[in-house]
T-cell receptor, first 114, second 115 residues
């Protein structure tokens, strides 16, 4: 079984400041890792994904994440946030061999203040 | 492409009533999923399907049923609605390209209240 822990439920930050949203996972098998973003009253949309290869993954809207196998982490970062980045962010892990079922973390609410 | 569409957007049910949440995708995806999202929580998998005619239970299947007669449609049936089923329901789909990746594409959600 796999699990995902998002270490911060809420992250307030000022506009143009850097931000890191932390995600740890546990799994006994190889996994894929994802970050999704959910804007108010909308469904989730993919921000970025790690499948294999380079551990630094770049996504949309200037976000990037780094896969750290030894620490079983997949933290999301952005060097300079905008008001429009205010949203809920979900980390997810999928078992490579089990029908694509994803386990989602409980989410981190990023609030960007002017 | 419309992507993943869900109907209705909102619904209020009385305790004991039944309803079907509709989900359709036009991306020819093999995999489809139903999740519920309670306030301040992540997504809990209710049911999923790996293809037409094949469904399986997720983490929280009690009180729900699904069917998958076509690739495009994956309706979720609520029987005997209970207040505990008040939630936002998301349908999603994913596919296997030349190398599987399982990223999911989500619908806009159905906000259900049971009173």
């Amino acid at each position: 079984a796999q699990s995902v822990t998002q270490l911060d439920s809420q992250v307030p930050v000022f506009e143009e400041a850097p931000v890191e949203l932390r995600c740890n996972y546990s799994s006994s098998v190889s996994v894929y890792l994802f970050w999704y973003v959910q804007y108010p009253n909308q469904g989730l949309q993919l921000l970025l994904k790690y499948l294999s290869g380079s551990t630094l993954v770049k996504g949309i809207n200037g976000f990037e994440a780094e896969f750290n196998k030894s620490q079983t982490s997949f933290h999301l970062r952005k060097p300079s946030v905008h008001i429009s980045d205010t949203a809920e962010y979900f980390c997810a892990v999928s078992d490579r061999g089990n029908a694509g079922k994803s386990t989602f973390g409980d989410g981190t609410t990023l609030t960007v203040k002017p | 492409n419309a992507g993943v569409t869900q109907t209705p957007k909102f619904r209020i049910l009385k305790i004991g009533q039944s309803m079907t949440l509709q989900c359709t995708q036009d991306m020819n995806h093999n995999y489809m999923y139903w999740y519920r999202q309670d306030p301040g929580m992540g997504l809990k998998l209710i049911y999923y399907s790996v293809g037409a005619g094949i469904t399986d239970k997720g983490e929280v299947p009690n009180g729900y049923n699904v069917s998958r007669s076509t690739t495009e449609d994956f309706p979720l049936r609520l029987e005997l609605a209970a207040p505990s089923q008040t939630s936002v329901y998301f349908c999603a789909s994913s596919y296997r390209p030349t190398g599987p990746s399982y990223e999911q594409y989500f619908g806009p959600g159905t906000r259900l209240t049971v009173t």
